[in-house]
């Protein structure tokens, strides 16, 4: 089974900032998209932001543009999201998500992680 290993969630207060780690097993190979969602208590999961592996070309929800960045560390199989200004409403479980062949902000998600949580307090 495919693990993707999350850190860097925790607890912080509005307008704070946090970086969030994922890697990726080193077994998944080939041109692929990596990003992050988030499902927010009693909500649906929603996407974030994504980086393909190979360009490093990167998309975000409208609603972190300016705030968030994704990045990527190839050699270290590791995809970052740095999140700044954080907002109580942001509270939620992040996921790290890898699609082959489409856009994770088109659902096309292949592999998930296990979460890590984000707490804003207001």
């Known amino acids: 089974q495919v693990q993707l290993v999350e850190s860097g969630g925790g607890l912080v207060q509005t307008g704070s900032s946090l970086r969030l780690s994922c890697t990726i097993p080193r077994y998944i190979l080939g041109s692929y998209s990596m990003g992050w969602f988030r499902q927010a208590p009693g909500k649906e999961r929603e996407f974030v932001a994504e980086i393909a592996r190979s360009s490093g070309r990167t998309y975000y929800v409208d609603s972190v543009k300016g705030r968030f960045t994704i990045s990527r560390d190839n050699a270290k199989n590791t995809v970052y999201l740095q999140m700044n200004s954080l907002q109580p409403e942001e509270t939620a479980v992040y996921y790290c998500?890898?699609?082959?062949?489409?856009?994770?902000?088109?659902?096309?998600?292949?592999?998930w992680g296990k979460g890590t949580l984000v707490t804003v307090s207001s």
């Open positions: 998500a890898v699609s082959y062949g489409s856009s994770l902000s088109s659902g096309g998600v292949d592999y």
